[in-house]
């Protein structure tokens, strides 16, 4: 049913207050739901465990584990082709939601993203629990948006807050959180949103925590920070890290463009690869198996040689990208750390053999090459460093993460590599075409940051030929709210509020991200 509009803009004033109420809401349901998925899937580790152990030394079990990994290869055939929006990371599919291309249908995801994620990670995958944990995150909210009857606009706000408390509760990583679902969820960073973003996080990680305890994720020893005069190591990993991002994505895609090429296959028979291949390698090489955590540690050790370092990184390297190309339910988030740890444990190997670089600070090396793989791949530098930091608890770290952060993105962007979940989401779309609505729906309001550069900046209102689909509402300005004028000049860092009919949110959203760019 169609609302008012000027009721639509009387609650756009109150935004503060009653977002923040239910981001608060969407962290107990986000978190409470999370937690279930995470401790579902620790499980879930453990078991494959348990049973590779029997079947390493048991043919008979080891046969039997084969024809229990077709199974399952099979019903996560079925989960992903009654609700395809399951597949892969589930992070591009959220974020064609927020740009009004595509529209999930929250009661078909929550369950089968659960049981898909379940059986693809018990079955060995190199895939990771963020991506869907911020998926589950992010449809918890849009259940809250249902129950609570809201409008498309404060949906996509409970769709954010969502996905931030999904990767809250998932790594333990609330700041994280916030950043990354700003970052590349929201792409700004009003008030509005951040009140209510922070609020869901700090609460879906303290459900979290409560359960799973409330130390980091990573566990290993750092030592000092490294010394000025090793940074152009730092450097030098900076723009391996660029590269080889850039290939990561390139390799992604054309993987994923594999299975699809070959017509042969369907939603179950891509599955039947790395579901029977993870069988092979539990058998032969069973410490490229899962998500990869401990591979972390063993890097960090400094104990691996380098012939051992490399040899993984290569395994892991393809054994991921077979894995993730199948559309198998599950997030490249944390096997990319994986492999940036291996990465920064290789270049400091071989730099303290041949460089001349303490091999005190391998661990360190590590820690670095993960932040600059996930910026490198990802795009997303202010979350990486904060994502790394959380999760070591290394707070000495951060100019030296900065540094290959930096660099990191500079050589990937020099490369032209375009960031990962934009180029998914770009090929979920081509695949499956444009999903809007073809009536013309509800109102909704869009904002909209003016960045320095960008082609509005210093532009008056009647300057700017603005698409007929759409109407500049407000203006805000610092904690001032100005009714836009002809005459009303525009500034960097403006928020503009937009309003426009459900179905023209796609060309709406495109246009004013193009014109509010830095040029």
């Known amino acids: ?17 009653i977002l923040t109420g239910e981001g608060f809401l969407v962290g107990i349901v986000a978190g409470i739901v999370v937690l279930l998925y995470r401790v579902v899937l620790e499980y879930a580790g453990k078991g494959m465990e348990w049973v590779l152990g029997y079947a390493r030394t048991y043919p008979v079990i080891a046969g039997l584990w084969f024809f229990v990994l077709f199974a399952m290869a099979c019903i996560v055939g079925k989960l992903v082709k009654y609700e395809p929006m399951i597949s892969g990371s589930g992070i591009p599919q959220v ?14 995801v929550l369950p089968a993203k659960f049981l898909g994620g379940f059986l693809s990670l018990f079955s060995g995958l190199s895939l990771g629990r963020e991506g869907p944990s911020i998926q589950i995150g992010a449809m918890a909210g849009k259940a ?15 769709l954010t807050c969502g996905a931030s408390a999904g990767l809250a509760a998932a790594f333990h990583a609330p700041l994280a959180g916030v950043m990354f679902s700003l970052e590349e969820i929201h792409k700004n960073f009003s008030v509005s949103v951040l009140i209510s973003v922070m609020t869901a996080s700090i609460t879906a990680d303290y459900i979290s925590s409560q359960f799973m305890g409330f130390d980091s994720v990573f566990q290993f020893d750092i030592g000092l920070e490294v010394e000025p005069q090793y940074y152009w190591h730092i450097v030098i990993l900076g723009i391996l890290l660029g590269l080889l991002g850039a290939f990561y994505n390139k390799m992604t895609l054309w993987v994923q463009g594999l299975y699809k090429k070959n017509k042969s296959l369907n939603e179950t028979t891509r599955l039947l690869i790395p579901f029977l291949l993870a069988g092979v390698l539990g058998l032969v090489m069973p410490e490229i198996l899962g998500s990869g955590h401990h591979l972390i540690d063993q890097a960090a050790s400094g104990s691996m040689v380098l012939p051992a370092l490399l040899f993984l990184l290569a395994a ?13 339910p599950g997030g490249i988030f944390f096997p990319l750390l994986v492999l940036g740890a291996l990465i920064g444990g290789a270049y400091s190997t071989f730099a303290a053999e041949f460089l001349g670089l303490d091999a005190s600070y391998i661990s360190n090396f590590v820690l670095l090459a993960m932040a600059g ?21 290394q707070v000495s770290q951060m100019l030296s993460m900065s540094l290959v952060a930096i660099v990191a993105y500079l050589t990937a962007t020099a490369v032209k590599s375009e960031p990962i979940y934009e180029s998914l989401l770009g090929n ?28 509005l900046e210093n532009q008056t209102v009647s300057q700017e030929d603005w698409p007929a689909s759409c109407l500049l509402v407000a203006v ?16 960097a860092g403006d928020v503009l509020v937009v309003l426009s009919n459900e179905q023209d949110v796609p060309e709406v959203y495109d246009y004013m991200e193009k014109r509010c760019k830095e040029s």
């Open 316 to 328: 892991k390297f393809l054994f991921s990208l077979i894995c993730f190309g199948s559309g198998a």
């Open 428 to 455: 979920l779309l081509k695949n499956r075409g444009i999903q809007v609505c073809q009536e013309r729906g509800e109102k909704v309001l869009q904002e909209f940051v003016i960045s320095h550069g960008s082609p």
């Open 476 to 491: 805000r300005r610092n904690a001032t709210e100005l009714i836009p004028k002809g005459k009303t000049q525009l500034m």
């Open 1 to 17: 049913m169609k609302k008012n509009t000027s009721h639509l803009l009387k609650r756009a004033a109150h935004f503060k207050a």
């Open 373 to 393: 793989y996930f910026t490198a791949i990802v795009r997303a530098p202010i979350t990486g460093i904060i994502l790394i930091f959380e999760m070591t608890g």
């Open 144 to 158: 809250v948006s249902k129950a609570l009857d809201r409008e498309k606009t404060e949906e996509k706000y409970l």
């Open 95 to 108: 974020e064609g939601e927020m740009m009004g291309k595509l529209d999930q249908v929250w009661w078909k």
